[in-house]
């Protein structure tokens, strides 16, 4: 059926095994109806609503990625985009800090298990914000750790979190030592939040801004980009998982894909359903029968399975890899990041072409459409999906030419 809401393929899905990967987004899809009914609410308070948080911690939706060994689900990489786009129909902001807050359980698996102890000792369900805008911060080496100092913006869910990845650039006397970047756990009472998500889309995630002034962090509360680039890392040795072997920066833009992904199934569903019940305001035909819906539909589907696809098989390849110990090389890592920014511009493209399709009615607030555009529009404005970042440096490999990207 043409922009019906379609059923990942389970037969792609591997590690833990399909049983808990069916179940885990089945309890997404479960969620829809609620979190869709409640999306105004959620734009209006600028932040998600306790009951949804307390739905998603019910689900067990936030731990989808954490280690078994502290009661998470372990699941594929995938489990990230699928659920994501389950909730995406429902509501992009949820999608959006769900996506977030459930992939730092998964980068905190890597980091020196004195992290993992002194976060999930405490709250193996304690949500952690981010920040990964590396010149955002500043840190100096001091003796047994880093004095981090600087203001990031976008630190998504901050204020439902306990702690918080904040990005930055290490300092030193000696411009030959080079550039390092580093990412260092926070306790909330180490930096403050400043309430400034006033925004047009997305709007909410409460991504407000976070202030950090001289806060000293341990070493073993701080992780190296360059541990992250695949293969074994710190936390390696209590999560032997592939999972925790993946490279988390060439992968970075499927962390929230799957937002885009499913806020274009809900608007290419969402089409269906009217042109198949609704008449043109000026002659009465019915919008079904014209050969103009047709093809828009034709075209908003096809961008969207074929986002889907890619979206999909990258992470699935990506795990089939990292368990063979296969680290990929930099034209392979390059080209995950056009292809997450590629994916996530069709669902843009989509979502725009069906918002222009409808006409006037695209104009009232009053119903989902105009939030989808909205909210499209405000994730396709990620780093992570701008094409223009992602295909040059992708190009730039490709002629043979050093990558610009000091992440990969």
């Known amino acids: 059926m043409a922009g019906s809401p379609r059923k990942p393929e389970m037969r792609l899905v591997s590690g833990q095994g399909a049983d808990g990967y069916a179940d885990m987004v089945a309890r997404a899809r479960a969620l829809i109806p609620e979190l869709r009914e409640r999306a105004p609410r959620t734009e209006a308070l600028r932040r998600l609503p306790p009951e949804t948080e307390r739905a998603l911690h019910e689900a067990g939706l936030f731990r989808v990625l954490q280690p078994k060994r502290v009661g998470g689900s372990e699941l594929d990489y995938v489990a ?128 407000n801004d976070v202030k950090v002034t001289g806060a000293f962090v341990a070493d073993h509360m701080s992780i190296a980009v360059s541990d992250l680039t695949g293969g074994p890392t710190p936390g390696s040795a209590v999560n032997p998982n592939a999972l925790y072997a993946l490279p988390v920066f060439s992968l970075f833009p499927y962390v929230l894909s799957g937002v885009a992904l499913g806020n274009a199934q809900a608007c290419l569903d969402d089409y269906v359903e009217l042109a198949r019940h609704r008449a043109s305001t000026y002659n009465r035909a019915k919008l079904g029968d014209m050969q103009t819906t047709q093809i828009k539909i034709a075209e908003a589907s096809a961008k969207v399975d074929a986002a889907r696809l890619l979206m999909r098989s990258n992470c699935i390849n990506a795990m089939a890899d990292a368990r063979r110990n296969h680290i990929p090389d930099i034209a392979t890592k390059t080209r995950l990041r056009r292809d997450g920014a590629f994916s996530v511009n069709l669902c843009t493209e989509a979502v725009s072409l069906l918002f222009t399709a409808s006409g006037a009615r695209s104009l009232f607030t009053s119903g989902p459409l105009q939030r989808q555009f909205r909210d499209a529009h405000a994730v396709n404005s990620h780093l992570a999906f701008n094409f223009d970042a992602a295909g040059t440096n992708y190009g730039r490999v490709t002629l043979g030419l050093p990558s610009e990207n000091l992440t990969l």
Request: charged share 20%.
């Open 80 to 207: 990230l985009v699928d659920c994501a786009d389950a909730l995406g129909q429902a509501d992009a902001s949820v999608a959006w800090n769900f996506a977030n807050l459930a992939s730092h359980h998964w980068m905190l698996g890597m980091f020196d298990p004195r992290a993992q102890d002194a976060v999930w000792r405490e709250d193996v369900n304690a949500l952690i914000a981010s920040s990964f805008i590396f010149p955002a911060g500043r840190a100096r080496k001091t003796k047994g750790g880093y004095t981090l100092s600087g203001h990031w913006p976008f630190s998504s869910g901050v204020e439902s979190c306990a702690w918080n990845m904040l990005a930055g650039v290490v300092e030193t006397d000696d411009e030959a030592d080079g550039i390092e970047y580093r990412i260092f756990l926070l306790h909330r009472n180490d930096y403050k939040i400043n309430d400034t998500w006033n925004a047009t889309g997305l709007c909410g995630t409460g991504s």
